[in-house]
């Protein structure tokens, strides 16, 4: 920690404020700024104006993989990713070498229904959206802690078994604890462990009802009732200050 504390230091105190080569000013060709005082500069020429993030920003802070286009599409975590835009990008190559020619994957560890493949043969380049082929056997979003989990339940089963766990497993969580009680032995520590933390993240919690409104009871509808004085009529022509 002191020594990542003390690069940080040196960052802003040494880098921001040493002249660098490339800042320099249309009206001050001979000098070099600082990225302090260009920034400096920046905001009194644009003004500072906070932007969201995009969908798109988002996919970036992503987590990333590099993988093969196969002809049926995506492997990834025994689960097949596949769509039609991906046609001419299978078996090709990406374009960049460092990687030897596997595509830039992004993937949310908390939603297993899509990934995002990088097309970096377009101008620009754009993301491509990927859904799991077999999406449809669940039914409720999931992480890969439930997958795995769901795996583990079923070893050397198809990946079409492991889906059906999985969605055995979500639909446990989304019944409760009376569903438990019924089959307490067919549940482990962690299969109770990861329903309910999908439980918890679920978006389609049942409502509970409103409570009923008890009756008023006999004895107050036989007390006698104040006297209702009514209010008067507004009279926009009158004069407020005057008392009747």
Not at 154 to 178: F, K, M, S, Y
Request: aromatic share 10%; charged share 30%; net charge negative.
């Amino acid at each position: 920690m002191p020594e990542l504390q003390s690069l940080l230091d040196e960052w802003i105190i040494i880098w921001q404020n040493r002249p660098h080569d490339a800042l320099r000013d249309p009206d001050s060709p001979k000098r070099a700024f600082t990225p302090n005082e260009k920034y400096a500069m920046l905001l009194e020429s644009c003004g500072y104006v906070p932007a969201p993030f995009s969908g798109e920003d988002f996919v970036e802070l992503l987590p990333e993989r590099w993988q093969a286009i196969n002809s049926y599409g995506i492997r990834f975590n025994h689960r097949t990713y596949d769509d039609a835009e991906l046609t001419p990008l299978r078996r090709q190559h990406s374009g960049v070498r460092e990687k030897k020619g596997l595509w830039e994957i992004h993937y949310d560890p908390y939603d297993v229904s899509r990934i995002w493949v990088r097309d970096r043969r377009s101008e620009p380049a754009r993301w491509i959206t990927v859904f799991w082929k077999h999406l449809h056997r669940v039914g409720v979003p999931f992480g890969e802690m439930a997958w795995d989990h769901a795996r583990a339940q079923v070893p050397g089963r198809t990946e079409e078994q492991i889906a059906d766990a999985a969605a055995a497993l979500l639909g446990r969580a989304h019944n409760g604890p009376d569903e438990e009680r019924v089959r307490p032995s067919n549940r482990s520590r962690r299969g109770r462990r990861v329903a309910a933390r999908n439980r918890a993240t679920a978006t389609d919690r049942p409502v509970p009802d409103p409570p009923a409104i008890e009756p008023a009871p006999d004895d107050e509808a036989d007390s006698d009732l104040a006297e209702v004085i009514p209010l008067g009529l507004f009279d926009p022509l009158a004069n407020p200050w005057r008392r009747p």
